[in-house]
């Protein structure tokens, strides 16, 4: 087979939900095309330039036919994170912006979902930098992370999956910015969630790794950015020398916020309700 006919093959043609590019016109997207960056047997990323001419970031998820109707009847992961996505983008906080998600038939590569992102230029995750530059665990300052930390979790949002492999770095040394990926597990609760067993998950996710590269006082000075008392800072420390983030773990605390979230939106909307209810009623009395 010639290169150009192997190319054709391996192009496929979806529709772009979650209103980013124009809805009814198909997208032609293509793995050989582009710089492959993660190619594994049911996860496939790379990058190229789509249709509109931005460089994206392309995730398909390839999904057997048991998993696959299993979240056509819960949710998609990849509408998921597309919605975790845009409200960090909504609130102003620094995220890989979403371009649109679909699920379908792809072609050679079978059942699956997808989500577009654009891409990160001159960016590198936080952990391939910490492994590989010695000098960024002497001057780099993560006070605006903490901080955009905080912003994110006084509207409710919890990340979900905090690591320093989650956190991109762009323009490293000159002006670097922290860029939060990845939210296939993030929850948006109804309220300021800082102090809650939420946010202390998410900090310390993050924390575990911090710890491996910078001493312990600089982790607690950016404790402070994010706006955590004295004594809270220290009960974290202490847990953090007990905390591991196995797999098993990701799964019970992220059934658990599944439970805590829906919980929290019954209640508000039961609320709302109630008291929706008892403004009509006392209109109606006052007419009366």
Not at 121 to 126: D, F, G
Not at 141 to 170: C, E, Q, W, Y
Not at 199 to 213: I, P
Not at 274 to 286: D, L, N, V
Request: charge should be positive.
């Amino acid at each position: 087979m010639k290169r150009d006919s192997a190319i054709r093959s391996s192009s496929f043609q979806v529709l772009p939900r979650g209103g980013r590019l124009p809805g009814g016109v198909p997208v032609e997207l293509n793995p050989t095309r582009g710089e492959l960056i993660k190619g594994e047997p049911k996860t496939l990323i790379w990058r190229e330039v789509i249709a509109d001419g931005r460089q994206a970031i392309v995730k398909l998820y390839q999904r057997g036919l048991v998993v696959w109707w299993r979240s056509l009847t819960s949710s998609l992961r990849v509408k998921h994170e597309f919605n975790g996505l845009s409200l960090l983008q909504k609130f102003g906080i620094p995220c890989s912006v979403p371009l649109f998600w679909c699920h379908g038939h792809f072609g050679l590569y079978g059942r699956g979902e997808i989500l577009v992102t654009e891409w990160v230029a001159k960016s590198r995750s936080l952990r391939n930098l910490l492994a590989t530059r010695a000098e960024v665990s002497r001057s780099l300052d993560l006070s605006p992370l903490f901080a955009d930390l905080a912003r994110m979790h006084s509207v409710g949002l919890h990340h979900g999956f905090l690591r320093t492999k989650n956190i991109l770095v762009k323009d490293y040394p000159e002006s670097p910015v922290f860029v939060l990926v990845d939210m296939p597990r993030f929850h948006h609760f109804p309220r300021d969630i800082r102090g809650t067993r939420m946010a202390r998950y998410d900090l310390m996710s993050l924390c575990e790794g911090l710890l491996q590269h910078f001493p312990k006082d600089k982790v607690l000075l950016w404790l402070s950015a994010y706006g955590m008392p004295e004594s809270e800072k220290i009960d974290l420390v202490v847990r953090l020398k007990r905390f591991r983030l196995t797999k098993f773990l990701r799964r019970v605390l992220g059934a658990e916020f599944n439970v805590r979230s829906a919980m929290a939106k019954f209640f508000t909307f039961y609320l709302r309700n109630i008291s929706e209810s008892q403004q009509q009623t006392g209109s109606m009395t006052s007419n009366e």
